[in-house]
């Protein structure tokens, strides 16, 4: 099959009932964002062996992808319009393979109400690699940022630390885990907290690179410190099990990457137990914004715990 | 170097002057388009041994990389307005690797007036591989589309045909042939060409994948057909030479891809030889839309030339 053979198989659907993809027949794609709005543009890429194990259903390959690029909308508030793909894959790439990537972007389409605007697909000599640009809309000069962080601000994460980390970590020694395995192969973007969080937080960001590498950022880009309490931090059972087994596992809870939950700061009088109640979602106070240029992290008899590692890093 | 150290030093630089990417420093860029004018949007990936040979220097994959996706823009008659960028690099790539490829972008962001806006930098097992969105402005509801060529429109090209193909296949057998190398690595986005169109052009389109296939392209869009005049289509002294040689190579000419020239459909009495003056910009009438359903091309004595390759197929 060539390319527009792909594109029409495969991709034309996904494009349908956006009209600015303009049915991918033409050169780009239009789009305009709605009055007073701005776009929220973001672009990640994942390769297989890296980002991936290889073994996966192509489905959660690409709702994963999907989902990572969603998570970085939620953390600015956005509401998300449409995205661009780029495929890479090898000559040999079955259609079977192709049709179950493209119904796992279907699916998740449907649930986050997002459309594929336009892309290139390509063969690569290597292995598969995939890059996704999302876009999505907010409010002009409302969307969270990373570096609004106030001395005095709770520190607040929502739903459970560690778990697509551990999750990866049974995946790879073989040992059944299926709710931490579910957690690494499918993050959920907080869209609607990101929403609603418009005009409540001082800062956010998602978690992707471990909760201390990602905390960090906000506090370099608001010129802030903060304070974390270990035995604050919210565990599912699963890997509250595996940490009572094991304390140095807690390092996945502090720095593993894939969490993909929202990390976001508010004042102490802030509507933050309202809101986890009206979007039925774990939101912890986890510690507080102080004016120390450091993040420290204290242990329940508030001696502060050394962490070796610090997040994922690529290169 | 990690990802942070890599983007601290090759990428954010590029970034400088774009105030929407927010320094690169938070989860997603911040887009608007000026008052009265919408987005144009459009996306393309290379792998190394694709589309690209590989011992070339790296400056010169970026702009190239960056040059396609403008052509793109050109295509709709959009104004450069930012990119995002996807890197996917095996572990061992140097810095100077990096260093050479984001002088590349630098040099280019200069020219055409575009800067980086976000992106992802990522490791790969597999070969080198790189994603661009690339953004542009146009004033709404006046972007040149694919679809509008009507019946007697005249079809233009601008300058000239089947360089990049010759270039490539002289690279391909040894022979030096500096003229038709430099248009296989460099392409022209025809930017001024395409904001010129708007108002002008019935139907525009870049030619990426040969004459013959993207005209079909515009004839599909516009359900129109097409005659072309083989004796008509603008060579270069270079290209003019070889296909004196071997007629065989008219198929570069008819079918390279590559070339990166604006096709584009306009009345009988649309002012495009002042355009072409005003431009300093050869720019070639080739053939005239018709109602057949079918693209056909008349060599010197109006016979039917049959053309065997339709195009580069990637998969």
Known sequence: MDEFGLIERYFKPLSTGFSGSLNLSDDAAIISPPPGHELVITKDAISQGVHYLGHESPALIARKLLRTNLSDLAAMGATPLCYFLAVMLPKNTTPEWLESFAQGLQQDQKEFGIHLAGGDTIATLGTPSFSLTALG????????????AQIGDIIYVSDTLGDSALGLMMLQKNIPSPALEQRYYLPEPRLALG???????????????????????????SQVGATLYRDRLPLSEATQALVHQD?????????????????????????????????????????????????????????????????????
């Not at 969490?259 to 939101?283: C, G, H, Q, V, W």
């Open 195 to 221: 929403q609603q969080l418009l005009g409540i937080a001082h800062a956010a960001m998602d978690i992707s690179d471990g909760l201390l590498q990602d905390l960090g950022h906000i506090c370099a880009q």
């Open 137 to 148: 809309t907010v409010p002009a000069g409302k969307s969270l940022r990373r570096g609004g």
């Open 247 to 315: 304390a140095a596992l807690w390092n996945a809870v502090l720095s593993g990457g894939d969490d993909y939950e929202l990390l976001f700061t508010a004042a102490p009088n802030a509507p933050i137990e309202t809101l986890a109640r009206s979007l039925n979602l774990r939101l912890t106070a986890i510690g507080e914004i102080t004016v120390e240029n450091a993040v420290r992290v204290l242990d329940e008899n508030k001696n502060i715990i050394s962490v070796p590692r610090k997040g994922f890093a690529h290169f």
